[in-house]
């Protein structure tokens, strides 16, 4: 018996993990480990990219007006409903909830007195604000086409003119970071000069129109230096994975080049064709 022949008898009797990976072709399963942080069969750590561009493939599903979307938005700042949003270090943020405990809530239920969303929803206090009426294309979108089981916050982001989002990040203090992809950023309109910076990641390549998930515990920061307001949403809640799932993970598939792998009665064999 030849040595190659005599180390691959011995390779068949090395014990592996019965879920020794996530399985590429398993859309549900994907999208557990990216968008919630954690392997789904354990004994891998979560997925630390830092965003996942989701647009082209939303679009494919479901209309996505966000051109109506920022019109509503503009009025709304020209009605003066977008009020300052957090002014520590920041330069010319507002911010205004479209879903939440009210349209000035903007912050998480534990700065108004809740331990947690899971609270204030039991409290009967989430819900679409007053403003909502102000927007009725947005409302309906998300009230329809965003395939969300429950909302969390839905809210307006406002950036002014040469205004800044300072450094930062989003891990409540004393927590451990994980970097799921937990929640969801769209652009309505992103105008030139204005660059959403995540630090060695570079700069996101975000246009009118965009759509991604975010791992918003990576350091990040958003510098307008264009001459026109940046106006965004930024969605957290529960998505409808049989939905959701199929659209998340192609986007990475797409934009995460390589040969995937799969286990097949024993043998790794390669599964790119399909997707």
């Known amino acids: 018996m030849s040595k190659k022949e005599e ?12 879920d020794w990976s996530i399985f590429p072709t398993s859309n549900i399963q994907m999208y557990d480990w990216l968008r919630d942080g954690e392997h789904p069969n354990g004994g891998h750590g979560p997925c630390h990219t830092p965003w996942l561009m989701l647009d082209s493939e939303f679009e494919k599903k479901a209309d996505w007006p966000y051109e109506e979307m920022y ?3 503009k009025a709304l700042d020209e009605a ?3 009020p300052s949003y957090n002014e520590s270090n920041n330069i010319g943020w507002g911010a205004v909830a479209l879903y ?3 349209s000035d809530s903007t912050l998480p239920p534990e700065e108004y007195g809740y331990d947690n969303y899971n609270e204030a929803r039991a409290d009967g206090a989430l819900d679409w604000t007053e403003i909502a009426d102000e927007c009725p294309i947005t409302t309906k979108f998300f009230k329809e ?11 307006f982001m406002k950036l002014e003119a040469g205004g800044m989002i300072r450094w930062h990040n989003d891990i409540p203090e004393g927590e451990t970071p994980k970097y799921p992809l937990g929640v969801f950023n769209m652009a309505l309109n992103n105008p030139d000069d204005c660059d959403f910076n995540m630090g060695m990641w570079g700069i996101m390549p975000v246009k009118a129109g965009s759509m991604w ?6 350091n990040h920061c958003v510098i307008n230096n264009s001459d026109d307001a940046r106006y965004h949403i930024i969605v957290s809640g529960t998505p409808n994975e049989v939905f ?3 659209i998340i993970s192609k986007s990475f598939r797409d934009q995460t080049p390589g040969i995937y792998l799969e286990e097949i009665d024993g043998k790794i064999i390669e599964c790119n064709d399909g997707f």
Do not use: C
Request: hydrophobic share 30%.
């Open 80 to 82: 003066g409903l977008i």
């Open 71 to 73: 019109k509503e938005a």
């Open 213 to 218: 998930l975010f791992g918003n515990e990576h």
């Open 244 to 246: 959701w799932a199929p």
């Open 7 to 18: 180390n691959q008898n011995k390779r068949m009797t090395i014990d592996r993990p019965i």
């Open 100 to 102: 939440g405990l009210s």
């Open 145 to 155: 086409d965003f395939n969300h089981k429950r909302y969390n916050r839905i809210r």
